[in-house]
């Protein structure tokens, strides 16, 4: 492993170790608020991810995140 991935994934680790990241579903841009364009409905609701440690400077969900029960757009 370089020196750079390893790095990277040092710092991904920091990132996201141990903390829950949300992920949402947006229509446009999501602008610099994040909250521009998110999807809307009684029954969405954004998804908590879990991170697998990171490998090759690249981190990734652990698990497949599922988004149900969907507003037309």
């Known amino acids: 492993m370089t020196a750079t991935r390893a790095l990277a994934n040092r ?3 920091a990132y996201f170790g141990n903390r ?3 992920v949402s579903l947006h ?3 999501p ?3 994040a909250g521009d364009y998110e ?4 029954r969405y609701r954004r998804q908590p991810m879990e991170t697998a440690p ?3 400077g690249m981190a990734a969900a ?3 995140l ?3 029960s969907l507003p037309a757009v």
């Open 39 to 42: 999807l809307t409905g009684e």
């Open 66 to 68: 599922r988004f149900t």
């Open 20 to 22: 829950t990241v949300y």
């Open 11 to 13: 710092l991904l680790e």
């Open 27 to 29: 229509t446009g841009d």
């Open 31 to 33: 602008g610099r608020e």
């Open 54 to 56: 990171p490998r090759d």
């Open 62 to 64: 652990d698990a497949a």
